[in-house]
């Protein structure tokens, strides 16, 4: 969270995520089994936090660990948590780990994304889902959201866009508002304006048993409307930068017909 005119106080940053999470003094006192009065002091500029209370304060207001970081160096401290690409040595283990649940959801689609919903990773089912979408999107970078929802994406050929872009956009902004983050508060602008393709499929028919319980994601293929159920798997305490801010989505098929399809389609590959 950089500030415009330079890096802030410790204390003004630390109160301004207290008031992102919507916590009152009080409640982050409470929460970090400190007395308010010595919050108040911190946040004011008062009182100087140590390394181990702002990262305390900090754990209990769930602060990403990039953040973090920037609070330390605030303070006057050495950043704690190392950014590493997944292509360092070091991260040899966890890029096999993201590697083998891809491979291992084939035949469905399944795909590692960052922070900025850019593509680390797909499996080999991903690239024949892509067919007609604009070669500009899937020039690397590739954002997933944006080439989810974009006209030239795979928004024409949603059966349920309206539905879908609602629950993208909302995710997007419980994100922003997590993360402080501009590159992501920018993306949600640009989606936002996007207008709607002059023509979508139609409606598939009777509501199908999921309705209600979760968002489908519906996709019109050759093969017929593809309907997939997804899950978001996060690493399990990250203590690196790049590992925390990595998502893996996995789409099962939400009934038979899609899950035929697709063994269909792996086959024919």
Do not use: C
């Not at 604009?134 to 994406?153: K, Q, T």
């Amino acid at each position: 969270m950089n500030h415009p005119h330079g890096p802030q106080p410790v204390g003004v940053m630390l109160r301004e995520w207290r008031q992102r999470r919507r916590m009152s003094q009080l409640d982050l006192a409470l929460e970090a089994d400190i007395s308010t009065r010595h919050l108040s002091f911190v946040e004011t500029g008062r009182s100087q936090p140590s390394r181990e209370m702002l990262l305390h304060l900090a754990e209990r207001l769930e602060i990403p660990l990039r953040e973090r970081n920037v609070l330390l160096t605030a303070a006057g401290f050495a950043a704690v948590f190392q950014e590493r690409p997944l292509s360092d040595p070091a991260m040899q283990a966890a890029r096999k780990a993201i590697d083998l649940v891809l491979a291992a959801h084939e035949p469905f689609p399944a795909i590692a994304i960052d922070r900025h919903w850019n593509l680390v990773a797909a499996n080999a089912v991903v690239p024949l889902l892509l067919e007609g979408v604009d070669a500009s999107l899937l020039e690397p970078p590739v954002n997933v959201l944006r080439l989810s929802v974009h006209p030239r994406g795979l928004a024409p050929r949603l059966a349920n866009l309206a539905q879908w872009r609602a629950h993208l956009l909302a995710r997007l902004h419980h994100q922003v508002q997590l993360t402080a983050d501009p590159v992501l508060a920018a993306l949600l602008a640009e989606v936002q304006d996007y207008p709607m393709p002059a023509s979508t499929p139609p409606p598939t028919g009777a509501e199908p048993d999921y309705a209600g319980v979760v968002v489908p994601f519906q996709l019109v293929t050759p093969a017929g409307t593809l309907s997939f159920l997804g899950t978001t798997t996060l690493f399990g305490t990250p203590v690196e930068v790049t590992l925390s801010e990595l998502a893996i989505e996995s789409f099962f098929p939400a009934d038979a017909a899609t899950a035929e399809a697709l063994r269909q389609l792996a086959a024919a590959r």
